[in-house]
């Protein structure tokens, strides 16, 4: 009887906590990823016809409300809360260099400098993709002596590089030329869409390698149940 309610209250528990949330829910959902593009989807226009001043409050004003709605709808608020703070970045370096193009210009050295990092992981064979997921999943550094494993967090952690460094040399060209609206083009395709085909590809390397955290509960589980 003590044992049968032991389980029903396990269960109970397990129910409550639910399944672990997916990447894309981490960022918000699909909802999460459209509104991360509207600051800058105002902020073009909005500079054209009204100007700079008018098009930095515009987007803080889209960043907060939708900081707002989530809190509101008790949503997920960190990707809300790191858009804020980005935008206002943002916001700051233009009014400070005077030129919309200058909202643009932390995202681009931001990826110059995350590019960089990836490549050296992989010269120094600290693949950043494998050491980023075994200090967020506990699976440590062991890895790196399976070279299976390293083969698997090389090609993620190309894959990131290419992504950061194809983003700093087509966005910093498009700087360069004074091209604002193709700037804010640049930012939205070359954002999301693929950041989501980099983390497919490490979701393949961390599963091929056999490091998915699912794997690990389960055989915590199964561990629990023999005792």
Same mark, same amino acid.
């Given at each position: 009887?003590?044992?049968? =309610? ?9 129910? =409550? !906590?639910?399944? =672990?949330? @997916? ?6 959902? %699909? ?16 500079? +054209?016809?009204?100007?700079? @001043?008018?098009?930095?409050?515009? +987007? ?10 989530? %809190? ?12 804020? %703070? ?15 193009? #200058? ?7 931001? +990826?110059?400098?995350? #590019?960089?990092?990836?490549?050296? *992981?992989?010269? $120094? ?5 494998? /050491? ?9 550094? #062991?890895?790196? *002596? ?12 190309? /894959? ?19 091209? @604002? ?15 989501? $085909? ?15 955290? *699912? ?8 561990? !629990? +149940?023999?005792?």
């Amino acid at each position: 009887m003590v044992d049968a =309610e032991r389980a029903a209250d396990q269960d109970h528990e397990g129910a =409550e !906590d639910g399944p =672990e949330p @997916t990447l894309l829910e981490q960022m918000g959902g %699909l909802s999460g990823l459209i509104y991360s593009s509207l600051p800058v989807l105002v902020f073009v226009p909005v500079n +054209s016809l009204r100007g700079l @001043t008018a098009a930095i409050w515009a +987007s803080l004003a889209v960043a907060g409300a939708i900081l707002v709605w989530r %809190l509101v709808r008790r949503g997920p608020i960190q990707p809300a809360i790191s858009g804020f %703070l980005g935008v206002g970045v943002c916001a700051f370096i233009a009014y400070r260099m005077g030129e919309a193009k #200058g909202f643009f210009l932390f995202g681009i050295y931001a +990826s110059l400098v995350y #590019g960089g990092a990836f490549l050296l *992981s992989l010269v $120094v064979r600290w693949p950043l993709a494998g /050491v980023i997921w075994g200090a967020l999943n506990g699976h440590g550094t #062991g890895w790196r *002596s399976d070279k299976r494993a390293m083969r698997l967090y090389d090609i993620a952690t190309a /894959v990131w590089a290419l992504v950061f460094v194809a983003r700093y040399l087509v966005q910093n060209h498009l700087y360069a030329a004074n091209s @604002t609206g193709l700037l804010a083009v640049a930012r939205i395709a070359m954002g999301w869409p693929l950041t989501a $085909v980099a983390a497919l590809v490490t979701f393949w390397a961390v599963r091929k390698a056999g490091h998915l955290p *699912s794997a690990r509960a389960n055989a915590a589980g199964a561990a !629990d +149940s023999a005792v």
